[in-house]
């Protein structure tokens, strides 16, 4: 069964009545989660600095984290759910379903406190962001019944595989070698040739490293792919 293509991007948001009802437009909500991906994403590559504070987060688990922040906030209020607390869950959640879990809750109250410095002002800190110790868990079930139970990761790697695949394909019809494209094919990397392996590793690192920018909300696992090869 084909996975379905979800629309993502940065202009796909409707504000929440609630938002609205605050002085919240779309663009003030496209900017507000902007400022937060960023915030958490710089924060989650710094907290690799010291071994108290490493979350070992896989790149990919980050991207999925980022996209349920993203999706969670089509549908949710600002007014109602902190930015910060839900970014946070978002990651823990994340991390279970790649199974690549944060199992030292106090690591995620660390990163909550340190993305809240980054995003909020001294002033307005203290009066928006609170995180209690055991915040994290009701956090992840209101986002669950936001996405409702759908954690489809982010996973832009297959997409990859068949856009080398498809090019090794077209390759072997323009070359008139119809049968060895379609062998390639269907062999995907592990049999191309030597530059086609070289491609397909550069082109893997290129797309890890996008993993840990707002490129999993700005276009889908198909167009990063394609442009990682590109």
Known sequence: MERPERPRGWTDDASNPEDLRLGFSPEHVRLA???VVDALLSQVVASGAS???ALHARQRTVATAVSYFWR??????????????????CLSLAGKTLENPVHDHT????????????????????????????????CELRVLDALEFDLTPYDP????????R????RKGAETGDETKGK???????????ENDETLFRVAWGVLNDSLVTPTCVSVTERAAAVAAVA
């Open 157 to 164: 790697y297959a997409a990859l595989e068949e856009a080398l």
């Open 33 to 35: 989660k902007a400022v």
């Open 183 to 193: 062998k390639r094919a269907s062999s995907g990397c592990a049999d191309a040739s």
């Open 107 to 138: 690591k995620f109250v660390a990163l909550a406190r340190a993305v809240a410095a980054e995003t909020y002002s001294d002033a307005s800190r203290e009066a928006l962001f609170a995180c209690a110790p055991d915040a994290l868990l009701p």
């Open 72 to 89: 969670f906030y089509q549908r949710g209020s600002f007014a109602t759910d902190e930015p910060v607390l839900v970014a946070v869950a």
């Open 166 to 169: 498809v090019t090794e394909s």
């Open 51 to 53: 071994r108290a504070t």
